[in-house]
């Protein structure tokens, strides 16, 4: 499970509110149960293996921190602690019962347009940096792009002033798909795109040139003025699929079902430890711990799902 939150959304109230089974955050915000639920699960199972309680085998805890920027943690943990066994568990998803058994590659665009920097009152000669990114912001595809694929715009800033046309400006965009193919298809029509609204963003500008005056006249010299973009694309996690025969998917199963719930097989368009642990080797199911409406202000905890949780993840590990 995952130490770290997402930023605070407006200024909740410090005490959570507790009704019934469900526990939220007074006046808003996020909870962070995401991923304090797993948090919480893994130590309260922590506290049901203590030893001579109930025979298990070898268990490794592992508790990441910054997952909601990347699963950095994750990347740091040496292998070397996990290469001998023969899957994980990662908490970070919603309902008990659900397993998630495939999750999306991720690939994030960090662009700069460059343009021509002047004063707002003399814009002849220059361009817009930040105009260049909004043109070419209106034509890129977001949300759901087909039943494999997302995108989204997540960050996009310009300008020092508003007397001043921006030099610069700065883009972040992230596609995430479960097919390869789809997804090297949505990596080229970006670029395209992008290449194609900066082409068209040139200004053809005169200028008087006295040296090479003819007759009485000035003759006049012109310049394909243009703007540029560079930036890179990397594959921020890779995608993950394990098949539903596989072991730790019947493991999984029959530990959902001891707890007398149905288990249910998810594919998810999120990404998690997981997609980091699968890469190097270990056979990682995300499941449910109890967490909803992650990363919104209606984020809230279920106590009774939490327990749930507990009791799967003690019905996985220990033997009779």
Known sequence: AHLDTVEKIGEPSAVPEIEGNVIRRQGG???GADDKAGVAALLE???KLKPGKKKHGELLFVFTVAEEVGSLGAQELDP???RHLEGGIVLDYSRPNEIVVAAPTRVIFKIVFHGIAGHASAPDRKINAAHVMAKTLAVMPSGRLDEHTTANIGIARAGSAVNVIPEKAYVEYEIRSHRKDVLDFHVKRILGIIEGVVRE???F???DCDKLALGDGK???GAVLTSSVD???????EGFRIPEDDKLVVMAKKAVEKANLQPVLITTLGGSDANILNKR???CLVMGCGMHGAHSQSEHANMKEMRDTVEILVNLVTKK
């Open 281 to 283: 080797n270990l056979p």
């Open 80 to 82: 070397q602690l996990y």
């Open 45 to 47: 199972l922590l506290a």
């Open 219 to 221: 003759k006049q010299i």
């Open 29 to 31: 915000g996020i909870l």
């Open 201 to 203: 963003n040139r200004i």
């Open 205 to 207: 500008a005169f200028a």
């Open 231 to 237: 930036g890179e694309v990397e594959v921020s996690f």
